[in-house]
């Protein structure tokens, strides 16, 4: 029995390409926007809430609005005979 997974496969031939000489200027420019965006995201830890709020809502709200849809449209047939 195999236990290679398909991300195994991926990581060997990833593990193939060229690596990419980058100027050492543009690595600090990359570092720094990637050390902004990381200390951004850990000062506003209310953006986190809401999006995984907003994530657990929009489903109900769609859900409910559906169900509504149905009550009326099954109403309205039934009003018919």
Excluded: C, K, N
Aim: proline share 5%; net charge neutral.
């Amino acid at each position: 029995m195999s236990t290679e997974t398909p991300h195994d496969e991926l990581r060997e031939s990833l593990g193939d390409l060229p690596a990419i000489e980058v100027d050492d200027m543009r690595a600090e420019r990359v570092r720094r926007l990637a050390h902004a965006e990381l200390e951004r995201q850990r000062t506003q830890p209310w953006r986190r809430t809401l999006r995984r709020g907003y994530r657990t809502v929009e489903p109900v709200i769609v859900f409910g609005a559906a169900a509504a849809y149905m009550m009326w449209a099954f109403q309205s047939v039934l009003a018919g005979y």
